[in-house]
């Protein structure tokens, strides 16, 4: 799993991108959620389960704001 500690210093673009890649993931959960679409280990969502992105995602929002 990547290092997220550092969102404050992150571009606004990037962190757009987050947020958008995280909404993709936790649709994937939704349609699927006994096997959602598998990621490559070096997605910098890797390992994160749907809780953890759902967080993530709640703090890029903030960040957006």
């Known amino acids: 799993m990547k290092d997220f500690s550092d969102l404050k ?5 990037r962190l757009r991108t987050l947020r958008n890649n995280l ?6 959960f939704k349609k699927n959620p006994d096997s959602p679409k598998a ?5 910098k969502l890797y390992g994160l389960s749907e809780a953890e992105c759902a967080d ?10």
């Open 23 to 28: 909404n993709n993931r936790l649709e994937s």
């Open 39 to 43: 990621l490559q280990p070096s997605h």
């Open 9 to 13: 210093e992150w571009s606004e673009k």
């Open 56 to 65: 993530l995602l709640k703090k890029v929002r903030d960040l957006l704001k």
